[in-house]
């Protein structure tokens, strides 16, 4: 695709309940980063992908939170037992990663709201 | 804690002043990039400068970097009312893989018609 896609755009689910938030990185690149936005708030890291190396998950909240990312292609974040803490906007970003100096890739989000 | 701290948190001004936005941030850095977030979605990359680079121009905008300082800064000329949007510095290496990048605070800007 021409861009960084992830869906859904929104997902409002009840408190307890798990939720799925896929994403679609540009083709050929090889870093995946998700961040978390609060309202009104900057980007918390949650956790990056690069090629085959083990990912830094070092920016998950908590054991609720997974990723993986299959065939060094599409993500999926998986929140278990969902909060009302959850509530955010969870960006997804690729990029070429020639190095350091390399511009990321935003998808549009995923705002969650969990009721 | 955040890598990069935007200053002002937020900016409003009249359309066709000039924005001045600055980054600071902590550890030494290879390159410092800027963002723009329209309606809290997806964010833009505006503009990357290395670290040995002093200056760099990109249309109506113009970005510093002190490396002595550990501080950047943008800045919009002529500023439109379609400038108004969140604008973050973004820096790599900042803290667990070499290439995370890691996100200050933002700025909120508001252009005024």
């Known amino acids: 695709g021409a861009g960084v896609s992830q869906s859904p755009s929104n997902k409002v689910t009840e408190k307890g309940k798990d939720v799925e938030l896929r994403c679609d990185p540009i083709?050929?690149?090889?870093?995946l980063y998700w961040y978390r936005q609060s309202l009104g708030q900057g980007l918390e890291f949650l956790i990056y992908?690069?090629?085959?190396?083990?990912?830094?998950k070092s920016g998950l909240p908590s054991d609720r939170f997974s990723a993986e990312r299959t065939g060094g292609s599409v993500s999926t974040l998986t929140i278990q037992r969902t909060q009302q803490e959850d509530s955010a906007v969870y960006l997804c970003?690729?990029?070429?990663?020639?190095?350091?100096?390399?511009?990321?890739?935003f998808g549009q989000g995923t705002r969650l709201t969990v009721v | 804690s955040q890598q990069g701290e935007e200053d002002p948190q937020a900016l409003s001004i009249q359309e066709g002043e000039n924005a001045t936005m600055n980054c600071s941030y902590k550890?030494?850095?290879?390159?410092l990039q800027w963002y723009r977030q329209n309606s809290g979605r997806g964010l833009v990359h505006l503009i990357l400068i290395r670290s040995n680079e002093r200056e760099k121009h990109s249309g109506r905008l113009r970005v510093t970097l002190d490396t002595s300082k550990k501080s950047s800064s943008l800045l919009i000329t002529a500023s439109r009312a379609a400038d108004t949007a969140s604008y973050f510095c973004?820096?790599?290496?900042?803290?667990?893989?070499?290439?995370?990048?890691?996100f200050g605070s933002g700025t909120q800007l508001t252009v005024l018609p």
């Open positions: 992908f690069q090629g085959n190396s083990a990912p830094d």
């Open positions: 083709s050929g690149h090889t870093a």
């Open positions: 550890t030494s850095i290879n390159n």
């Open positions: 970003a690729s990029s070429l990663d020639r190095g350091l100096n390399t511009e990321a890739f």
């Open positions: 973004a820096t790599p290496g900042a803290s667990g893989s070499a290439r995370q990048l890691t």
